[in-house]
């Protein structure tokens, strides 16, 4: 359990400042670059615009889903009931709701996008919706997993509190990564 005499206790503003605007800096760099990415997709995007539409949804599902898991591990840490133990079923619990959750949300998506794809006159089929909803959303959600160990374990061996990085580091992380499998698997499947 956190101490009011331990670094991860304290509440200073200028600490936090300290440590999270060269953070946010570098992060506003990465996510640019998912900016970039997406615009050059364009002209897929112009030919499937359902795509389009799919895109806010699957990045932001993904940065959520790692939020979730990141605000859980930060608890856990601060109460001091995790280690980061293999064999802690508790973690693995987490672990297999947010697949759940990511297998629910982006088959809903694709359901979504088909319906609205149907309406608006799309050229893609479900399965196809599907299969770049499922395999992208997976994908992400793995992503987000992975690195919402990474950034609560990393903030607490430096001594940074977890509930001031984990949630920007992932969700950043999630957008850059999950505009880039979404970008190349719609471009794979569509090709």
Excluded: C
């Amino acid at each position: 359990m956190v101490g009011s005499g331990s670094s991860l206790g304290t509440w200073q503003w200028s600490r936090i400042v300290r440590t999270m605007f060269p953070m946010l800096a570098v992060l506003s760099v990465i996510v640019l670059w998912a900016g970039i990415t997406l615009e050059s997709a364009q002209s897929l995007l112009e030919e499937y615009g359902i795509l389009a539409i799919m895109v806010p949804t699957m990045v932001g599902t993904g940065g959520n889903l790692g939020a979730t898991l990141s605000s859980r591990l930060s608890t856990r840490f601060h109460l001091g009931t995790t280690t980061l133990d293999p064999r802690d079923r508790v973690l693995w619990a987490n672990v297999v709701a947010i697949l759940a959750l990511a297998v629910s949300i982006f088959t809903a998506l694709a359901f979504g996008a088909y319906l609205l794809g149907f309406v608006i006159g799309s050229k893609l089929g479900l399965p196809t919706l599907l299969l770049i909803s499922l395999t992208s959303g997976l994908s992400v959600a793995v992503i987000a997993i992975v690195f919402s160990f990474l950034a609560t374990y990393l903030s607490y061996r430096f001594g940074i509190d977890p509930d001031d990085t984990t949630i920007p580091i992932v969700t950043n992380v999630v957008d850059v990564f999950g505009m880039l499998i979404f970008i190349g698997v719609a471009g794979f499947v569509l090709s």
